[in-house]
């Protein structure tokens, strides 16, 4: 079903993939591709639960955009296992501007239909998604 404000469509494989990321924990991080010809949104890689941060940070292409989650699990001060959803809106400086235009006006649209995301980062360069960045936004 496509958007009426930015015209992209979200397939339904991105909803599915990202309850049961949520839901059932089946996945560490999902990595989401626009495909310009079809106009639609589309779920490009799924991390298994055994993955790492830096599996996930590989998996964001250098010049490229995209949009990725990933289950983060941590231990707070306090000595508590927490997790938090978050949302990566990945668009390096070395990008195609047209893609970079598509990715930003889009992402909102895309952001409300994964429901339950607790954290966002926009990252243009790798140390913008950094692991420790990431630790000091969750706290």
Known sequence: MANARSGMAVHDECKMKFLELKAKRTYRFIVYKIEEKQNEVIVEKLGQPT????????????????????????VTEENCR?????????????????????????????????????????ATDPTEVGLDVIRSRAN
Request: contains cysteine; hydrophobic residues 35%; negative net charge.
């Open 51 to 74: 993955d790492s941060y830096e599996d996930f940070s590989a998996s964001l292409p250098a010049n490229e955009c995209r949009y990725a989650v990933y289950d983060f699990d941590y």
């Open 82 to 122: 927490k997790s938090r959803i978050i949302f990566v809106a990945w668009s390096p400086d070395t990008a195609k501007v047209r893609s970079k235009m598509i990715y930003a006006s889009s992402k909102d649209t895309f952001k409300r239909e994964l429901d339950g995301i607790q954290m966002e980062l926009q």
